[in-house]
């Protein structure tokens, strides 16, 4: 009499885990989504980011199915019900608009526009397989902008590693941080214009 009672408890017990396991699991999604558009905004890519999917939650047949068994499923149900939605929606948007990411951004932005992207476009510096940027040949650059290349990379990575480390400060996982700066990485190298150069994870450098 007391067997199903203990399963269930048991079952109960391993979902909970389940979700407290989900609610500390980086969240990569949210963090690709959060990489596309501070990139895109940094490097004026006119592409937008994938919108969020537009099929309804195939959980919401979920209940009407497991109502509709009857008997000793109904409890199970029930608690499924109860355990199931907080843990689907473990995986919210991350944060990325408080004051802190905001003005980092801007001064990126201001970077970029002022400096890197002649020098990007030059072939003197590119994007790193790091989530940085670094010197590629300092001879692409001409004469007048050889005097500030090092200065606006050692800016630039400032910048970044500024951004990496309040984005995970800011969704409260300050270890996040080299996980937020490899999904970064990625995508400045994948919203690269053509021509522009980037170093693989091998230390190659390579054209768009």
């Known amino acids: 009499m007391h067997k199903p009672l203990t399963l269930l408890a048991a ?11 989900i609610n500390v699991y980086f969240p ?24 969020a999917s537009s099929n309804p939650a195939p959980a919401s047949s979920a209940p009407s199915n497991a109502s509709s068994s009857g008997g000793g499923g109904s409890l199970g149900a029930a608690v499924l019900d109860f355990i199931i ?39 003197v510096i590119g994007f790193t397989a790091d989530g940085n940027v670094a010197v590629r040949d300092l001879n692409a650059a001409s004469l007048p902008q050889r005097a500030g290349v090092s200065q606006a990379v050692a800016s ?9 480390a309040a984005i995970a400060s800011a969704n409260g996982h300050p270890e996040w941080e080299p996980k937020i700066r490899a999904v970064f990485a990625q995508t400045w190298i994948q919203k690269a214009r053509p021509g522009w150069y980037y170093r693989d994870s091998s230390g190659a450098w390579q054209r768009k």
């Open 11 to 21: 079952t109960c017990l391993t979902l909970l885990a389940g979700c407290v396991t």
């Open 28 to 51: 990569a999604a949210a963090a690709e989504k959060a990489a596309q558009q501070i990139v895109g905004n940094v490097l004026g890519s006119a592409t937008s980011s994938a919108p």
């Open 85 to 123: 939605p907080p843990a689907a929606a473990a995986e919210p948007n991350m944060e990325i608009s408080t004051p802190e990411i905001q003005a980092i951004e801007a001064r990126m932005k201001a970077n970029f526009e002022q400096n890197l992207e002649p020098l990007l476009k030059a072939g």
């Open 156 to 164: 630039a990575n400032r910048e970044r590693a500024d951004l990496y």
